[in-house]
């Protein structure tokens, strides 16, 4: 496994603003990945964070919204653009070891005002 | 139809008692199956993966896998207190090795003593 950490671990942001979570890993990893958790929900995949390209956008999200950096192999950004209330999540990354088996950071609990 | 379902929770068993969690997934082309353990306010952690058809053991945890019912199920043996948490189930629905992870809705396992 790798050691993944996440800064900020929560935030108490207001509508309209922006806010820029970092995540960490311990090891170059090939693969990164954002998740997001809703109060009461399972995960749902924003994004794959590629090295040295755009990022892959799942349905339903795009990039104008969440901003993502990949600088290179052990870091990554998320950015949450003209936060609503409806933005108040997990945010959560995850690095890909092997391709297949990921594991997670701590995750970022947002609030939205 | 939902990519990854998982059975309706919440499931309670007693202490000792074997916890049986179970997911069904609609992607035929999938070929690798992960069980995370999620306590409240904690993130995701990985316990098991499998690839191939049968069971796989390590330590109380039995993951089985059927490619042809797209069935993959999670065994806890002689659970305990300690193993109340969410329990998901997730699919590589990439279609290759590109990582990307769909996450069923969870099921609320609570050991009670």
């Known amino acids: 496994s790798a050691v993944i950490s996440q800064k900020p671990s929560r935030d108490i942001c207001q509508r309209g603003t922006s806010l820029t979570i970092q995540c960490q890993v311990d090891?170059?990893?090939?693969?990164m990945f954002w998740y997001r958790q809703q109060p009461g929900q399972s995960l749902t995949l924003i994004a794959t964070?590629?090295?040295?390209?755009?990022?892959?956008?799942e349905s339903g999200f795009v990039i104008d919204k969440f901003p993502i950096s990949r600088p290179n192999l052990t870091f990554s950004t998320l950015t949450v653009s003209n936060m609503s209330p409806e933005d108040s999540s997990i945010y959560l990354c995850?690095?890909?070891?092997?391709?297949?088996?990921?594991?997670f950071g701590p995750g970022t609990r947002l609030t939205v005002l | 139809q939902k990519e990854v379902e998982q059975n309706s929770g919440p499931l309670s068993v007693p202490e000792g008692a074997i916890a049986s969690l179970n997911c069904t997934y609609s992607d035929r082309v999938s070929q690798s199956f992960f069980w995370y353990r999620q306590y409240s306010g904690k993130s995701p952690e990985l316990i098991m993966s499998?690839?191939?058809?049968g069971d796989k053991e390590d330590g109380r945890f039995t993951a089985q896998l059927n490619k042809a019912s797209q069935y993959v199920s999670l065994l806890i043996r002689d659970s305990q207190p300690s193993d109340s948490a969410t329990y998901l189930c997730a699919v590589n629905t990439g279609g290759t090795s590109y990582g990307k992870l769909t996450f069923g809705q969870g099921t609320i396992l609570t050991v009670h003593p």
């Open positions: 964070a590629n090295q040295g390209s755009e990022a892959t956008y």
């Open positions: 090891s170059q990893v090939t693969m």
């Open positions: 995850s690095a890909g070891l092997s391709t297949d088996t990921q594991y």
């Open positions: 499998i690839y191939s058809n």
